[in-house]
């Protein structure tokens, strides 16, 4: 199929996409990142812009840096960008974790981190790995710029905090080197999107858990921090007995009557998948800390 017609503008700096908002903010407009969303909704019908702008070329809104023990990733750098970046895995371990299961090679040599942030599908792998990581999406507006914590981020399904004719430019995420993380999830048969993704973040004395955070994705509308499973890990060790009993609660942690449900799998065998899965990021996540214990 083919998508409705649309004007094309081009920014080549953020200054210039927000103006280009203001200036068409009476029409339907949409922002072009890595355009792996976008394109097949607009394709079939689900999306109709009457004004589409790239952002994908503004430079500044390319590449990471670690700036005051804050990793700060540009919203237009790719995954394998990403990836290919070794500050990322020693500064954000939990959140590299996912963007390594994110699609295939061709989607993550295109798609971006903030563009996969502002569109907010409960089923890509990136808002739990944010909430593990407590991020912070920095978007620019009208009013200047301002900063959202990732706790407070997330309201529903494809909607956030952001405001209209803003962008977001970085997300930051506060140093983790030292902490172990990692990313379980079930991809979806047909488009490998997480039917449940958790991952999580620990930071360890010895063989004690001083800090944990735990968030998930693709149960329900929007990402969620998994609090309970937290609480019974913070000041307990990694061992498989306090594993399995913090993955008990997982459930707990989520309205069952608000889990999605669909065609690949119904409300109750979500809450399963995420006991299952929180179990199988935990594991992985003491077998990453056992080597840095070691040394």
Not at 7 to 19: H, K, N, Q, R, S
Not at 61 to 66: A, D, I, K, S
Not at 150 to 156: E, K, P
Request: net charge negative.
């Amino acid at each position: 199929m083919f998508p409705d017609e649309f004007d094309y503008y081009e920014a080549g700096t953020v200054d210039e996409a927000l103006d280009l908002l203001a200036e068409h903010s009476d029409a339907e407009t949409e922002l072009l990142a890595g355009g792996h969303s976008l394109l097949p909704a607009m394709k079939s019908g689900l999306s109709s812009p009457d004004v589409l702008i790239d952002v994908s070329g503004i430079d500044a809104l390319h590449g990471m840096t670690v700036e005051d023990d804050t990793l700060v990733i540009g919203a237009m750098t790719s995954y394998s960008d990403l990836l290919a970046t070794d500050v990322v895995h020693e500064h954000a371990p939990a959140f590299a974790a996912a963007v390594g299961q994110v699609g295939d090679e061709q989607v993550r040599n295109r798609g971006t981190v903030g563009g996969n942030l502002a569109h907010a599908d409960p089923a890509s792998d990136l808002p739990g790995a944010a909430l593990a990581s407590d991020a912070t999406v920095v978007a620019a507006g009208p009013d200047g710029e301002r900063e959202i914590p990732i706790d407070d981020y997330f309201f529903g399904m494809y909607a956030t905090a952001l405001d209209p004719g803003e962008l977001v430019t970085r997300v930051e995420i506060p140093s983790a080197a030292g902490a172990a993380g990692a990313y379980a999830k079930k991809p979806s048969p047909s488009s490998g999107y997480a039917m449940v993704g958790v991952a999580v973040l620990v930071e360890m004395e010895g063989d004690t858990v001083t800090s944990v955070r735990v968030g998930a994705n693709g149960v329900l509308d929007h990402g969620v921090r998994l609090d309970a499973v937290e609480e019974a890990l913070v000041g307990g060790s990694l061992d498989r007995e306090s594993i399995e009993a913090a993955a008990a609660v997982a459930p707990d942690c989520v309205d069952e009557m608000m889990v999605m449900a669909d065609l690949q799998a119904s409300a109750e065998f979500r809450v399963n998948l995420l006991e299952a899965y929180t179990k199988r990021a935990l594991a992985a996540t003491a077998e990453n800390a056992a080597p840095q214990a070691a040394d």
